[in-house]
């Protein structure tokens, strides 16, 4: 399995210093939050977005996701969420990213109409992704939080531009193991979001193995499938200040995720 960690975790770095880390510390890849306040955005001109290729180019690192923040199942039209969505394709495809991440966001909705939006929406949204060499990944977060609320929309959609991310905090807070997580996200699995948190009642990032989440089983039911893809940390600075800075933490985090794998090879 391939290694990346996301820039949710250092917003304000420029993204030559951010493939520097990754390449210091062992990285494979990095996904790179899409934000109009932070350095990687829908706005970048065509120069702007070719200089940050060669920025991880030149480390010799990937950029494994555009992570954008569309809401394929909430209520509304669907202009706006495709109009996003396809801002965030062609930006993926631009700077050479392999996805785009998305939410559900179809809080307060009918469990029907909810999914029926997000199958719809991804629908239209998938070939224009596999035309562009790109998926789109929902994410198990917020309204469909577990594997099954996720696999159940893409059933619907059934196309190879539309996949799955498997944000491991997400589908453990909605009472799922990782061995029934697995089967079920597995025909439609993009990768994977590890973190550690201290438990349900607090989320506040915590490096990785000083927490609650079940990150050994985790990589251990990847490793019986044989699946062979990418864990990236997703480390939530942005959104909790007090948590410790993330560049002194990821030598060993990246080294905890190896022994996680050699564990369990």
């Given at each position: 399995m391939r290694l990346a960690f996301s820039t949710l975790g250092v917003p304000e770095l420029p993204v030559g210093q951010v493939a520097r880390l990754a390449a210091d510390n062992g990285f494979h890849g990095?996904?790179?939050?899409?934000?109009?306040?932070?350095?990687?955005?829908?706005?970048?001109?065509?120069?702007?977005?070719?200089g940050v290729a060669e920025e991880f180019g030149k480390a010799g690192v990937e950029i494994l996701t555009v992570a954008a923040?569309?809401?394929?199942a909430a209520a509304?039209?669907?202009?706006?969420?495709?109009?996003?969505?396809?801002?965030?394709?062609?930006?993926?495809?631009?700077?050479?990213?392999s996805f785009v991440r998305v939410f559900p966001g179809g809080g307060g909705l009918a469990v029907e109409e909810a999914d029926a939006l997000a199958a719809r929406r991804l629908a239209a949204a998938a070939p224009v992704a596999e035309d562009l060499g790109v998926r789109v990944l929902l994410e198990t977060h917020d309204s469909h939080r577990g594997g099954a609320d996720v696999a159940r929309v893409l059933g619907t959609v059934g196309h190879i531009g539309a996949g799955a991310l498997w944000d491991v905090m997400h589908t453990w807070l909605a009472g799922e193991q990782p061995s029934e997580t697995y089967p079920v996200?597995?025909?439609?699995?993009?990768?994977?979001?590890?973190k550690d948190i201290a438990s349900a009642a607090d989320t506040t990032p915590l490096p990785l193995g000083a927490g609650v989440l079940p990150l050994a089983e985790t990589v251990e039911v990847l490793s019986r499938a044989d699946w062979d893809g990418w864990?990236?940390?997703e480390y939530e600075k942005r959104w909790y200040p007090q948590?410790?800075?993330?560049?002194?933490?990821?030598g060993a985090a990246r080294e905890h995720l190896a022994r996680l794998l050699a564990e369990s090879a």
């Amino acid at each position: 399995m391939r290694l990346a960690f996301s820039t949710l975790g250092v917003p304000e770095l420029p993204v030559g210093q951010v493939a520097r880390l990754a390449a210091d510390n062992g990285f494979h890849g990095v996904e790179l939050r899409a934000s109009p306040e932070g350095p990687v955005h829908t706005g970048l001109s065509p120069d702007e977005r070719a200089g940050v290729a060669e920025e991880f180019g030149k480390a010799g690192v990937e950029i494994l996701t555009v992570a954008a923040y569309a809401e394929v199942a909430a209520a509304g039209d669907d202009d706006p969420v495709l109009e996003e969505i396809g801002a965030a394709m062609t930006l993926a495809h631009d700077l050479g990213a392999s996805f785009v991440r998305v939410f559900p966001g179809g809080g307060g909705l009918a469990v029907e109409e909810a999914d029926a939006l997000a199958a719809r929406r991804l629908a239209a949204a998938a070939p224009v992704a596999e035309d562009l060499g790109v998926r789109v990944l929902l994410e198990t977060h917020d309204s469909h939080r577990g594997g099954a609320d996720v696999a159940r929309v893409l059933g619907t959609v059934g196309h190879i531009g539309a996949g799955a991310l498997w944000d491991v905090m997400h589908t453990w807070l909605a009472g799922e193991q990782p061995s029934e997580t697995y089967p079920v996200l597995a025909p439609y699995l993009g990768y994977l979001q590890v973190k550690d948190i201290a438990s349900a009642a607090d989320t506040t990032p915590l490096p990785l193995g000083a927490g609650v989440l079940p990150l050994a089983e985790t990589v251990e039911v990847l490793s019986r499938a044989d699946w062979d893809g990418w864990l990236c940390w997703e480390y939530e600075k942005r959104w909790y200040p007090q948590a410790a800075e993330l560049p002194g933490l990821l030598g060993a985090a990246r080294e905890h995720l190896a022994r996680l794998l050699a564990e369990s090879a």
